[in-house]
T-cell receptor, first 113, second 108 residues
Framework: SQTIHQWPATLVQPVGSPLSLECTVEGTSNPNLYWYRQAAGRGLQLLFY??????ISSEVPQNLSASRPQDRQFILSSKKLLLSDSGFYLC????????????FGQGTRLTVV | GNSVTQMEGPVTLSEEAFLTINCTYTATGYPSLFWYVQYPGEGLQLLLK?????DKGSNKGFEATYRKETTSFHLEKGSVQVSDSAVYFCASGNKLTFGGGTRVLVKP
């Protein structure tokens, strides 16, 4: 069966520090991968999605970047965090077909102080 | 582009009450539609889905019917429990566009 791992679960970082969140998927090949952000009390905003190694689409301009160095690995990064980067970050995967459901990791609670 | 609109919460109910959460979508074509549930501090779990018009998705006593004519996918449950307290998200189609989420609180 497929599983998705996301870490760390919680993170407190100072303003201006770098960020690296990692997500890996097991049990499937060539998945579509997604990073979402959920601000406190709000909905989910799609940040990045990827349909293959090295292929990243950015949905909104921001202080963050994403990379996919391996088929089942998706990394969310920042060189310098801002206070506004605080939130709940969720990684997800879906099969490489249209109109199918996505499966989510447990999320990372990021607090920038 | 695609968009999903769902009723704002919080929705507060007593145990065994009837729950409805409205969801409407705009999209090109006929996207699949989904309801996800998020329990406190956790990621999202798929609750149910429908892939074409008039399909009814159901799970754990929840139901939603894909209504093409009204572009809606309202979530319903006939008798809620305290354990149903969570945030519910409606989502559609490719790249999963989400609604804003509806917090549901069920009181004993």
């Amino acid at each position: 069966s497929q599983t998705i791992h996301q870490w760390p679960a919680t993170l407190v970082q100072p303003v201006g520090s770098p960020l690296s969140l990692e997500c890996t998927v097991e049990g499937t090949s060539n998945p579509n991968l997604y990073w979402y952000r959920q601000a406190a009390g709000r909905g989910l905003q799609l940040l990045f999605y990827s349909v293959g190694i090295g292929q990243i689409s950015s949905e909104v301009p921001q202080n963050l970047s994403a990379s996919r160095p391996q088929d089942r690995q998706f990394i969310l990064s920042s060189k310098k965090l801002l206070l506004s980067d605080s939130g709940f970050y969720l990684c997800a995967w879906s099969a490489a077909v249209l109109n199918t459901e996505a499966f989510f990791g447990q999320g990372t609670r990021l607090t920038v102080v | 582009g695609n968009s999903v609109t769902q009723m704002e919460g919080p929705v507060t109910l007593s145990e065994e009450a009837f729950l409805t959460i409205n969801c409407t979508y705009t999209a090109t074509g006929y996207p699949s539609l989904f309801w996800y549930v998020q329990y406190p501090g956790e990621g999202l779990q798929l609750l149910l889905k429908a892939t074409k018009a008039d399909d009814k998705g159901s799970n754990k006593g929840f139901e939603a019917t894909y209504r093409k004519e009204t572009t809606s996918f309202h979530l319903e449950k006939g008798s809620v429990q305290v354990s149903d307290s969570a945030v519910y998200f409606c989502a559609s189609g490719n790249k999963l566009t989400f609604g804003g989420g509806t917090r549901v609180l069920v009181k004993p």
